[in-house]
Structure formats: structure tokens, C-alpha cells
T-cell receptor, first 114, second 117 residues
Framework: NAGVTQTPKFQVLKTGQSMTLQCAQDMNHEYMSWYRQDPGMGLRLIHYSVGAGITDQGEVPNGYNVSRSTTEDFPLRLLSAAPSQTSVYFC?????????????FGEGSRLTVL | AQKVTQAQTEISVVEKEDVTLDCVYETRDTTYYLFWYKQPPSGELVFLIRRNSFDEQNEISGRYSWNFQKSTSSFNFTITASQVVDSAVYFCALSEDITSGTYKYIFGTGTRLKVLA
């Protein structure tokens, strides 16, 4: 069972570089989201989507873009990486767009920006 | 606005002790959902429990139990007879119903539990 798959698991970038964190789920979940985890800050919501073509901002959206062209995929784009974006990123999905069910998480992607 | 507070940053206990992790939440909605997740040292996030705002019954699952009190806006988590394998970061989370229009899950900052042998 694949569940939620994130790639890459580790990435080192230089300031100003761009990259995309990939997230794919094979459970036909409507709801998908991205979080970043930083020491002492817990999990903070970056962006979320309640279905293909629908996205919205979370708590910390600046510096990140998302799109949802299919139900399965929800990539997170960093257009110009900054050291403040060094973090562990988690993608999560849930069966219902009404966010009433539990989240299924990917294994995380550790990003370092030098 | 939604808010989840886990005031305990880190707790250390000796194996076999009972430990309670506190979670206090804020919401304007009457319908909402509360969750607990576990993050072991390996880093993955594991779902433990979901509770909706209309169900205030306490729940027990093995050594784990949860106490939901709407009057104090709390959803506390107790581990009985703790074991070293319980060492992890535990997150409490809140989501509001569709009436809020926000569709967000909000997490607390987590409590790191260290169980010493």
C-alpha cells in the first residue's frame, strides 16, 4: 500500500534556487495539504486543497506555491529558496474535503537551504 | 480563530509511570473534531484518535485513554504504565466543520515524551 508518497526525502538547495516537492496519494482522497515542521513550532499549515483545481492558503504560505491539477498529486513549489525555508515538510491527505477525518501523512521531506 | 495549545514542551517519566499530556483548544464552531498524533523518533506521523465535538465520552484503547471536556476546552491524553516505546512527540490537532469555511487542520506545538528505562 503506497498511501502518501513524498519525493525527495532529502534535498539541499542554495539560496535563490527553485525546486518542487512532490506529493502523490493513491487513496482517491479529496483533501490534501502541506505542513512544515520546525523545532518548537509544531506542524504549521502551508497550503491545502479540497479537490482538483481548488487550493487555499494556510498559516505560512509565503514563499510557496501549489497547484492541484489531479486528485492524486499536490506539488509544493519553492520559487526562490531562502534559509528560513529549511525545515521538514509533510504532505497529508484525508478522504473528505470537509476535513473531518484523520490525516494520512507522507514520510516527510527534509530540506536544507544554504 | 482556531488555536491548539500544548503547554508541556517536554515531559520525562520513568517506565511504568502514568503520564498525562494536556491539550487545550479554541474554536468558534459548535461542530469540530479533535485528534492526537504520535511522531516516534523515526519521524513518521501516526494517527491515534479522532473525536467529534458531540461525543464527550472518554475513550480507552489499551494503555491509552483520552479525556474530552468541552467545559474546559480540553482533550487530554493519558498513557498508563508508560513504556520506552512510548517515547515520541505527541501532537494534538483541531479541525472545524464546513460551516467555518476554512477546511483547516491546526496542530499544537507538540509535547516530547521521554520514557526512561
Amino acid at each position: 500500500n503506497a498511501g502518501v508518497t513524498q519525493t525527495p526525502k532529502f534535498q539541499v538547495l542554495k539560496t535563490g534556487q527553485s525546486m518542487t516537492l512532490q506529493c502523490a496519494q493513491d487513496m482517491n482522497h479529496e483533501y490534501m495539504s502541506w505542513y512544515r515542521q520546525d523545532p518548537g513550532m509544531g506542524l504549521r499549515l502551508i497550503h491545502y486543497s479540497v479537490g482538483a483545481g481548488i487550493t487555499d492558503q494556510g498559516e505560512v504560505p509565503n514563499g510557496y506555491n501549489v497547484s492541484r491539477s489531479t486528485t492524486e498529486d499536490f506539488p509544493l513549489r519553492l520559487l526562490s529558496a531562502a534559509p528560513s525555508q529549511t525545515s521538514v515538510y509533510f504532505c497529508a491527505s484525508s478522504p473528505w474535503f470537509r476535513n473531518t477525518g484523520e490525516l494520512f501523512f507522507g514520510e516527510g521531506s527534509r530540506l536544507t537551504v544554504l | 480563530a482556531q488555536k491548539v495549545t500544548q503547554a508541556q514542551t517536554e515531559i520525562s517519566v520513568v517506565e511504568k509511570e502514568d503520564v498525562t499530556l494536556d491539550c487545550v483548544y479554541e474554536t468558534r464552531d459548535t461542530t469540530y473534531y479533535l485528534f492526537w498524533y504520535k511522531q516516534p523518533p523515526s519521524g513518521e506521523l501516526v494517527f491515534l484518535i479522532r473525536r467529534n465535538s458531540f461525543d464527550e465520552q472518554n475513550e480507552i484503547s489499551g494503555r491509552y485513554s483520552w479525556n474530552f471536556q468541552k467545559s474546559t476546552s480540553s482533550f487530554n491524553f493519558t498513557i498508563t504504565a508508560s513504556q520506552v516505546v512510548d517515547s515520541a512527540v505527541y501532537f494534538c490537532a483541531l479541525s472545524e466543520d464546513i460551516t467555518s469555511g476554512t477546511y483547516k487542520y491546526i496542530f499544537g506545538t507538540g509535547t516530547r515524551l521521554k520514557v526512561l528505562a
